[in-house]
């Protein structure tokens, strides 16, 4: 369960990409839309950070992705 104020992504932003990507029908999005993409950018970034340790390097980089 992740609380609003835990969100990695900022929901007014996501809306103006929905907007812009939603030429249209698509004009919203769920509640749980912005709480299941801030899931999977954590799991990114959980994965980079993996990467990052396995290779002996104190920063995450772009080609952790």
Do not use: P
Not at 8 to 37: C, H, T
Request: charged fraction near 40%; glycine fraction near 4%.
């Amino acid at each position: 369960f992740i609380l609003m104020s835990d969100l990695l992504i900022v929901r007014s932003r996501l809306k103006e990409i929905v907007l812009k990507y939603g030429k249209n029908k698509v004009r919203n999005m769920s509640e749980d839309f912005g709480k299941r993409l801030s899931e999977k950018v954590e799991s990114l970034i959980a994965e980079a950070v993996k990467r990052a340790e396995e290779n002996k390097r104190a920063t995450v980089q772009s080609r952790d992705l």
